[in-house]
Each structure stands twice: as C-alpha cells, then as structure tokens.
C-alpha cells in the first residue's frame, strides 16, 4: 500500500512562486509514475505533470512555468511553480501508478491559492 503526502500549498500573488512536495510510503518503483493532478472549483481534475525512470509529462498549461522532479532514493516528488496565475489555483493532488498493474494512489490534495 502507498500512502502520499503532500505539503507547500498556500497562498501566492500572480507572477510569484510555490514549491510542492508529496512524500511517498511503501513500495515504489522507479518505473512507477508519480506526479500532480490539480482540481480547480466547478472543474474536472486534470494532469499538471508526472515523472517516471522513462518519461515526463506536463499539462499544456503548465510548460516552460512549472517544473517536476523526484527523488529516487527518499520516495519524493516536487512541483516548482513559477510564474504563476489566478488560473493556477486548485487543490493540488500527489499521484502515483504502479508500472505493471496500473495500480493508483492519491494523497490528500493541498490548496494553492494565486492572488492577483
């Protein structure tokens, strides 16, 4: 069983930054994916980015703004967020899948407010 948790949240003014961070527990493969959905109020939760071992991923929304990384060796993945907008805020989700049985876990979201 993988437990994630995520800290950093908080409240931003647009243009500034923020750095998320999800602790993972259990086992976790390198080739397991891992990385942040976010869900804005009245939306669908979508993708912000993912890491893997093979590959990363970002929402179209998010390039050349946000940046995903992970720690291999103590089960964490980051999200830097610069450059950010109103639009930005949502509740901010850790995810990760398992490589071979597409097994998924969800932390418990942190809030990320940006102010204009």
């Known amino acids: 069983q993988v437990q994630l948790v995520e800290s950093g949240g908080g409240l931003a003014q647009a243009g500034g930054s923020l750095k998320l961070s999800c602790s993972a527990s259990?086992?976790?493969?390198?080739?397991?994916?891992m990385g942040w959905y976010r869900q804005a109020p009245g939306k669908q939760r979508e993708l912000v980015g993912s890491?893997?071992?093979?590959?990363?991923d970002y929402a179209d929304s998010v390039k050349g703004r946000f940046t995903i990384s992970r720690d291999y060796v103590r089960n964490m993945v980051y999200l830097q967020m610069n450059g950010l907008k109103v639009e930005d805020t949502a509740v901010y989700y850790c995810?990760?899948?398992?490589?071979?049985?597409?097994?998924?876990?969800w932390g418990q979201g942190t809030l990320v407010t940006v102010s204009s």
């Open positions: 995810h990760s899948q398992s490589y071979w049985e597409h097994r998924e876990h």
């Open positions: 259990g086992t976790i493969s390198n080739l397991d994916s």
């Open positions: 890491i893997s071992e093979n590959n990363i």
